[in-house]
């Protein structure tokens, strides 16, 4: 059985930015400190930096004069302004692509505009832009949010993505949006390398048997791969550890793809893979370099 790893499998670069800030941060005071929020959707990886004295701050909790690490989600002006006022020390772990959709929603209300955010309502990175709109935003998922939006026709509209929205979909909900708005000016905020990996977890699924995607299950990047794979007619499997795999996933497989979220570290890619070889002890992976990427552990 042959084994493809994704070159664009593992933690995105704000997400290795953040991760490398509690750190850097915990390093650097020898003391314990929090992270507003999960830092990644991984549950695996939070309870990790548990055992490294890095909290998870949930709601309504103070942090009691600790320093307090912003996650790569990015929050609102409001919760920051809080911290800031309860906190030893914030440290901003917010993605650079986040901030600067901050900065386009912040713009667009100075010159009258209302918001529209394509995304996940209650997620964490939506929750944070939403927070830009000072009161003039909403958010949409689908076609059926477009008539709940509670501003007349003739407002004029600017919209943007959560940076992790599949393209086609974005797409898809802005041309309505034209259809029934007239002053609609759009943003295409997704980020690159969320592209990238859709683009990659669709080619992969339509090269292999089946795809097993690794990461969190409260993780939308993750589930979002995962109905890209599926999406190309290929059997998909998710899982958070190899834990969850078993001999009956590949029965009657020749090739197998992997892929991962943004907030999968390469050693979890790499125990999944491992654990392939073991349940089909005849399966030889070919090169690395010759397939996709090389992973270092």
């Known amino acids: 059985m042959k084994i493809k790893i994704a070159r664009t499998a593992?933690?995105?670069?704000?997400?290795?930015?953040?991760?490398?800030?509690?750190?850097?941060?915990?390093?650097?005071?020898?003391?314990?400190?929090?992270?507003?929020?999960?830092?990644?959707?991984?549950?695996?990886?939070?309870?990790?930096?548990?055992?490294?004295?890095?909290?998870?701050?949930?709601?309504?909790?103070?942090?009691?004069?600790?320093?307090?690490?912003?996650?790569?989600?990015?929050?609102?002006?409001?919760?920051?302004?809080?911290?800031?006022?309860?906190?030893?020390?914030?440290?901003?772990?917010?993605?650079?692509?986040?901030?600067?959709?901050?900065?386009?929603?912040?713009?667009?209300?100075?010159?009258?505009?209302?918001?529209?955010?394509?995304g996940e309502a209650g997620h964490p990175e939506v929750i944070g832009i939403l927070g830009f709109a000072e009161?003039?935003?909403?958010?949409?998922?689908?076609?059926?949010?477009?008539?709940?939006?509670?501003?007349?026709?003739?407002?004029?509209?600017?919209?943007?993505?959560?940076?992790?929205?599949?393209?086609?979909?974005?797409?898809?909900?802005?041309?309505?949006?034209?259809?029934?708005?007239?002053?609609?000016?759009?943003?295409?905020?997704?980020?690159?390398?969320?592209?990238?990996?859709q683009e990659e977890a669709a080619e992969l699924a339509r090269e292999t048997d089946l795809m097993i995607i690794v990461g969190g299950r409260n993780s939308g990047n993750t589930r979002r791969l995962a109905e890209v794979a599926q999406a190309a007619g290929t059997k998909t499997v998710l899982v958070e550890t190899e834990e969850e795999l078993t001999a009956e996933i590949f029965a009657g497989k020749e090739t197998v793809g992997i892929t991962a979220g943004a907030s999968t570290p390469n050693w979890m890619i790499r125990n999944v893979a491992q654990k392939v070889e073991e349940i089909s002890y005849n399966s030889r992976a070919l090169p690395l370099r010759v397939l996709k990427k090389t992973v270092n552990f």
């Open 135 to 197: 009161g003039r935003g909403a958010v949409i998922n689908d076609e059926a949010g477009i008539s709940e939006i509670p501003f007349p026709p003739e407002a004029p509209l600017s919209v943007v993505a959560q940076s992790t929205q599949e393209l086609e979909h974005f797409d898809s909900l802005v041309s309505s949006l034209k259809e029934k708005y007239g002053g609609v000016e759009v943003f295409n905020t997704i980020c690159d390398a969320t592209r990238k990996r």
């Open 10 to 118: 593992g933690f995105c670069f704000g997400v290795k930015r953040a991760m490398d800030k509690v750190l850097t941060t915990s390093n650097r005071l020898r003391a314990a400190i929090f992270t507003d929020g999960p830092l990644i959707h991984n549950p695996q990886i939070v309870r990790a930096l548990s055992q490294r004295r890095i909290s998870v701050l949930d709601d309504g909790c103070e942090p009691g004069g600790a320093a307090v690490v912003i996650r790569a989600h990015g929050i609102s002006p409001a919760r920051k302004a809080f911290l800031e006022s309860k906190c030893a020390q914030v440290i901003d772990g917010t993605c650079p692509l986040v901030s600067k959709i901050h900065k386009i929603v912040h713009k667009q209300i100075e010159k009258g505009r209302n918001i529209i955010i394509i």
